[in-house]
């Protein structure tokens, strides 16, 4: 579904991004991990093109983005930041309403399919109920799920998340990785996000992808990825992991700092 290739990213003369790739299943679930710096969140900029890469191709359902128009490419992924904003006067209703602007044409009306589409992105996320508040109004947790809400509204094939859980308190963490877990199950939805919880992206995940200094360091699932020597060499931390026997992922509790080099 999502196969990006050889991907360099720079910020004038420094290399933040550096000969990445990553190949994602159909309905697959993958997190991004690495320490503050190695490049998590430019990864998911430039394959949503936000900004421009020096080299690599990325592709979405075998199309090459390169040669999608803006539109097209918002038909088929929606990528949600860590801070969005919306206006002081805006209800959840109208901003899940702007998830239906890559169908429409310029000044073209909401039909009957793109009211019935915003409704069930609503219901999908649980804020039917809230679609006449201002979403200034809403609280962290509740916020998130009106821009979830407006993301589905566009009927994506893949989801791009920065740390969706950023600013969050834990029991509205676990509220959001729900949610995304059901929309990943109940609707085939592809989901790329940035995690900074080792624990969250071990118990949200199919695969893991680790970054150090710009570059793939690991990839695979949650207990193969999830070692002490590997995060030692990554995050420069001892820890003690412990790997469930029925399939979950393994928890991983940090001890202390490492007293070698990384």
Not at 85 to 105: C, F, N, Q, W
Not at 122 to 131: D, I, P, R
Request: charged content about 25%; aromatic content about 6%; hydrophobic content about 35%.
């Amino acid at each position: 579904m999502l196969d990006v290739q050889s991907l360099t990213i720079r910020y004038g003369e420094r290399t933040i991004v550096d000969d990445f790739s990553l190949d994602v299943q159909e309905g697959e679930v993958v997190s991004i991990i690495g320490p503050n710096g190695s490049g998590k969140s430019t990864i998911l900029k430039g394959v949503s093109r936000l900004i421009p890469c020096e080299s690599g191709r990325v592709c979405i359902a075998q199309q090459e983005l390169q040669s999608l128009s803006t539109k097209q490419v918002s038909r088929i992924m929606c990528m949600l930041c860590q801070s969005n904003t919306s206006p002081a006067d805006m209800t959840i209703e109208e901003l899940v309403g702007y998830g239906r602007m890559p169908h429409k044409k310029w000044f073209e009306r909401y039909n009957g399919e793109d009211y019935d589409i915003i409704n069930w992105a609503l219901e999908q996320t649980g804020m039917t109920s809230y679609k006449d508040r201002l979403v200034n109004s809403l609280s962290g947790g509740e916020a998130q799920r009106a821009w979830i809400a407006m993301a589905l509204a566009q009927r994506p094939k893949v989801l791009l998340l920065d740390e969706p859980t950023t600013y969050l308190d834990i029991s509205h963490q676990l509220d959001v990785l729900e949610l995304v877990r059901k929309l990943n199950q109940e609707l085939n939805l592809t989901v790329v996000m940035v995690l900074h919880d080792l624990n969250h992206a071990s118990s949200y995940s199919d695969n893991i992808c680790v970054l150090k200094n710009g570059k793939r360091h690991k990839y695979g699932k949650p207990q193969d990825v999830f070692t002490s020597d590997l995060l030692r060499e990554v995050y420069d931390v001892e820890s003690d992991i412990q790997y469930s026997s029925n399939g979950a992922g393994p928890r991983i509790h940090i001890l202390n700092k490492s007293r070698g080099v990384s």
